[in-house]
């Protein structure tokens, strides 16, 4: 009996309803959440799924819920489409001011605003393309006009062709010296024209999710979400995040999607040919800490090695933050804890403070294309409430020389370290925790093994996961959900205010669970 079921999500619903997840939520502040028993008594619920990691300030935090009522109240113009949008500008100021601050970058970035995650990379990836589309078109102009150069050269008895030139991959069996410049130059017209053809390329790595659009859904891993669209979008290939450690990996997909345009030069009354390098990698994009993909934190060296390739073929790095940014991690950009800098950052989430929808994305100023407002926009975009509410959120975070970026890390110690208590004592469940800041995986054990069908189901179907966190739910009154594309962890992701309280609440279900997990008790996971 849920409207949400039968005119919302049919199937999402009914997997609610199986798990024990088929709830609503009517209020809701700080960590905590509320809803309604049978009885119709308010439960309160200990959240840590942090609407996916957008409320690093929790749920309706009174400093930003008195802004934006102060907005409302002063009927703020909201919708002043076609004017200066000086709230924009201010938010744009400040996401460049801190990005400054804690990369060291001399330039300013310029931003351009959307309501989504998956919007802002799709922003990024567009004008990334931008920068590449005109480089190529350069490129091909230059080479065109060089072509005509040895032809006049060749016809005015300047210059003769080399004879090398003939023997040029490319060229080979289209012209021989017979057919003379002009059958040269028609073979390696042939030879430019299939080259420029090329479909544009982007590099991401294995695990990574950058949203769901038609665009960004091929930069996403995940070959459930990705593959039924495949042939909608973007060329993309997935790099394993394991071995950016070893310089041969970047090597040789720069080597395997070379691609060369034949260039005509006149040296010494010769006209030879040389390649040049095609741009055909629009872009490398990286989530510093994978989030959906299971948590996951770069390294340094990873970093390093991913930055030195773009400098070395000429492409640019986006850095999605869209989860991993805006203090989650104990810093305004996770990629900063890394030493990484990008041409490109993606922002969402938490840069809404939990009331308002947006996106940044962020471009070095000395890469922007001034076009790309021009050609780039949506309605709701750069809206004045939206932007508002952002530029408070970044005031908060920004405040007292990064307060909440110390209490987060402090937090996430704290809470790593009951994590790992958990684990030296339940090592037959608990894998791993991993993260970084509050932005932390708990990585159970494949229970592919078990003797429990219920665990084996779960382990077999990837929904045991699921099933935990109806369990936590029931229970424990502890919200809690599996990463998007790894069952198996459970991701952890409470505000920088969670207290001690909660964090041995946690420690308490925890333990139970894993009690249930070890004796394979699992009775108590399917029967309320
Ligand atoms: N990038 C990353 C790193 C994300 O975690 C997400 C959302 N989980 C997105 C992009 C897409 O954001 P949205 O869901 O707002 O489109």
Not at 160 to 176: H, K, L, Y
Not at 368 to 373: L, S, T
Not at 392 to 415: I, N, P, S
């Given at each position: 009996?849920?409207?949400?079921?039968?005119?919302?999500?049919?199937?999402?619903?009914?997997?609610?309803?199986?798990?024990?997840?088929?709830?609503?939520?009517?209020r809701?502040?700080?960590?905590?959440?509320?809803?309604?028993?049978?009885?119709?008594?308010?439960?309160p619920?200990?959240?840590?799924?942090?609407?996916?990691?957008?409320?690093?300030?929790?749920?309706?935090?009174?400093?930003?819920?008195?802004?934006?009522?102060?907005?409302?109240?002063?009927?703020?113009?909201?919708h002043?489409?076609?004017?200066l949008?000086?709230?924009?500008?201010?938010?744009?100021?400040?996401?460049?001011?801190?990005?400054r601050?804690?990369?060291?970058a001399?330039?300013?970035?310029?931003?351009?605003?959307?309501?989504?995650?998956?919007?802002?990379?799709?922003?990024?990836?567009?004008?990334?393309?931008l920068?590449?589309v005109?480089r190529?078109?350069?490129?091909?102009?230059?080479?065109?006009?060089?072509a005509?150069?040895?032809?006049?050269?060749?016809?005015r008895?300047?210059?003769?062709?080399?004879a090398?030139?003939?023997?040029?991959?490319?060229?080979?069996?289209?012209?021989?010296?017979?057919?003379?410049?002009?059958?040269?130059?028609?073979?390696?017209?042939?030879?430019?024209?299939?080259?420029?053809?090329?479909?544009p390329?982007?590099?991401?790595?294995?695990?990574?999710?950058?949203?769901?659009l038609?665009?960004?859904?091929?930069?996403?891993?995940?070959?459930?979400?990705?593959?039924?669209?495949?042939?909608?979008?973007?060329?993309?290939?997935?790099?394993?995040?394991?071995?950016?450690?070893?310089?041969?990996?970047?090597?040789?997909?720069?080597?395997?999607?070379?691609?060369?345009?034949?260039?005509?030069?006149?040296?010494?009354?010769?006209?030879?040919?040389?390649?040049?390098?095609?741009?055909?990698?629009?872009?490398?994009?990286?989530?510093?800490?994978?989030?959906?993909?299971?948590?996951?934190?770069?390294?340094?060296?990873?970093?390093?090695?991913?930055?030195?390739?773009?400098?070395?073929?000429?492409?640019?790095?986006?850095?999605?933050?869209?989860?991993?940014?805006?203090?989650?991690?104990?810093?305004?950009?996770?990629?900063?804890?890394?030493?990484?800098?990008?041409?490109?950052?993606?922002?969402?989430?938490?840069?809404?403070?939990?009331?308002?929808?947006?996106?940044?994305?962020?471009?070095?100023?000395?890469?922007?294309?001034?076009?790309f407002?021009?050609?780039?926009?949506?309605t709701?975009?750069?809206?004045?409430?939206?932007?508002?509410?952002?530029?408070?959120?970044?005031?908060?975070?920004?405040?007292?020389?990064?307060?909440?970026?110390?209490?987060?890390?402090?937090?996430?110690?704290?809470?790593?370290?009951?994590?790992?208590?958990?684990?030296?004592?339940?090592?037959?469940?608990?894998?791993?925790?991993?993260?970084?800041?509050?932005?932390?995986?708990l990585?159970?054990?494949?229970?592919?093994?078990?003797?429990?069908?219920?665990?084996?189901?779960?382990?077999y179907?990837?929904?045991?996961?699921?099933?935990?966190?109806?369990?936590?739910?029931?229970?424990?009154?502890?919200?809690?959900?599996?990463?998007?594309?790894?069952?198996?962890?459970?991701?952890?992701?409470?505000?920088?205010?969670?207290?001690?309280?909660?964090?041995?609440?946690?420690?308490g279900?925890?333990?139970?669970?894993?009690?249930?997990?070890?004796?394979?008790?699992?009775?108590?996971?399917?029967?309320?």
């Amino acid at each position: 009996m849920s409207q949400f079921t039968d005119y919302v999500q049919p199937r999402m619903g009914r997997v609610f309803t199986a798990l024990g997840l088929d709830v609503e939520y009517e209020r809701a502040e700080g960590n905590t959440m509320y809803h309604r028993d049978e009885r119709g008594e308010l439960v309160p619920v200990l959240d840590l799924m942090g609407g996916y990691g957008s409320l690093i300030l929790g749920h309706n935090h009174p400093e930003l819920v008195a802004h934006a009522k102060a907005l409302l109240d002063g009927n703020r113009a909201v919708h002043a489409q076609f004017s200066l949008r000086e709230e924009a500008g201010r938010l744009g100021a400040a996401l460049s001011d801190v990005v400054r601050r804690e990369t060291s970058a001399k330039e300013p970035y310029v931003a351009t605003f959307g309501n989504s995650g998956a919007e802002a990379v799709e922003a990024a990836v567009k004008h990334a393309e931008l920068v590449r589309v005109r480089r190529v078109t350069e490129l091909a102009d230059e080479v065109a006009a060089h072509a005509e150069e040895a032809r006049q050269a060749v016809r005015r008895g300047e210059a003769r062709i080399d004879a090398d030139a003939f023997q040029q991959p490319g060229v080979r069996g289209r012209a021989t010296p017979a057919d003379g410049i002009d059958g040269l130059l028609a073979a390696v017209g042939a030879h430019n024209t299939a080259a420029l053809a090329t479909r544009p390329l982007f590099l991401a790595l294995e695990r990574s999710f950058h949203g769901k659009l038609v665009g960004s859904v091929q930069l996403t891993y995940n070959a459930g979400f990705r593959a039924p669209f495949q042939n909608l979008g973007t060329r993309v290939r997935f790099v394993p995040m394991d071995e950016l450690g070893r310089p041969e990996t970047l090597e040789r997909i720069a080597e395997d999607e070379r691609v060369t345009l034949l260039d005509t030069e006149v040296v010494d009354d010769r006209v030879r040919l040389v390649e040049r390098d095609l741009p055909v990698v629009t872009a490398f994009l990286l989530e510093p800490v994978q989030g959906e993909g299971g948590i996951h934190a770069l390294t340094t060296e990873q970093g390093r090695a991913v930055r030195l390739f773009c400098n070395r073929v000429g492409t640019a790095l986006i850095i999605d933050e869209v989860q991993s940014g805006m203090g989650r991690c104990g810093a305004f950009l996770a990629s900063s804890l890394i030493g990484l800098r990008g041409d490109y950052y993606t922002l969402s989430k938490s840069l809404g403070g939990g009331l308002a929808k947006i996106s940044a994305m962020l471009v070095r100023k000395s890469l922007y294309q001034g076009e790309f407002d021009l050609i780039h926009s949506s309605t709701f975009a750069m809206d004045d409430f939206s932007s508002s509410v952002a530029r408070k959120v970044v005031e908060m975070l920004e405040a007292d020389d990064g307060r909440v970026y110390r209490q987060v890390t402090e937090r996430g110690e704290r809470l790593t370290r009951m994590l790992e208590d958990l684990r030296a004592q339940y090592p037959d469940v608990i894998e791993e925790v991993r993260g970084k800041g509050l932005f932390i995986g708990l990585q159970l054990r494949d229970q592919g093994e078990a003797r429990s069908m219920v665990l084996r189901g779960g382990a077999y179907t990837g929904a045991l996961g699921y099933l935990l966190s109806g369990y936590l739910l029931r229970e424990e009154r502890i919200r809690i959900a599996p990463t998007g594309s790894a069952g198996n962890v459970l991701r952890i992701q409470p505000s920088a205010y969670l207290t001690d309280e909660e964090i041995e609440r946690l420690r308490g279900a925890l333990e139970r669970l894993c009690r249930i997990l070890r004796y394979e008790d699992t009775l108590h996971l399917v029967h309320p």
